[in-house]
C-alpha cells in the first residue's frame, strides 16, 4: 500500500501564499504521476494539478493557471503545490493523490486515474 501524507494548509487572507507538500510513504513505485485536487463544501471534488514522474510534464486547471504550480522531490517522495494569489474560491479540503505506472488510460485531470489518495488538508481564505 502507499501511504499519502498532505500539509501545509491553514487560514490565509486573500492574496497570500501557501505551499502544500504532500508525502508518500510505504510502497513506492519508481514510476509514478501525482495529482492534486480539492472539494469545497457543496461541490464536487476538482483537479488542480500533475506532474509527471520526471517533473518533466505537468499539468494545471484554468483556474489557477499562473497562480499556482505543482512539482517534486523524489529523492524526498514529495509533491508540492505551492499556490499563489489565493482567492476566497480557492478555500477547499486539497488531497493529493499518486498514479503508480501510469499508461495510455492515464488522465492526470480524472480522479479515476488516482488508486492512491491523502486524507486532504484543509485551505481557507478569508476575502
Known amino acids: 500500500q502507499v501511504r499519502l501524507v498532505e500539509s501545509g494548509g491553514g487560514l490565509v487572507q486573500a492574496g497570500a501564499s501557501l505551499r502544500l507538500s504532500c508525502t508518500a510513504s510505504?510502497?513506492?513505485?519508481?514510476?509514478?504521476?501525482m495529482g492534486w485536487f480539492r472539494q469545497s463544501p457543496g461541490k464536487e471534488r476538482e483537479f488542480v494539478a500533475a506532474v509527471s514522474w520526471s517533473g518533466g510534464r505537468t499539468s494545471s486547471a484554468d483556474s489557477v493557471k499562473g497562480r499556482f504550480s505543482i512539482s517534486r522531490d523524489n529523492a524526498k517522495s514529495t509533491s508540492y503545490l505551492q499556490m499563489s494569489g489565493l482567492k476566497a474560491e480557492d478555500t477547499a479540503v486539497y488531497y493529493c493523490?499518486?498514479?503508480?505506472?501510469?499508461?495510455?488510460?492515464?488522465?492526470?485531470?480524472?480522479?479515476?486515474?488516482?488508486?492512491?489518495w491523502g486524507q486532504g488538508t484543509q485551505v481557507i481564505v478569508s476575502s
Open positions: 510505504g510502497r513506492i513505485f519508481f514510476n509514478y504521476a
Open positions: 493523490a499518486a498514479a503508480p505506472n501510469p499508461d495510455q488510460n492515464y488522465a492526470p485531470d480524472r480522479d479515476y486515474s488516482y488508486p492512491y
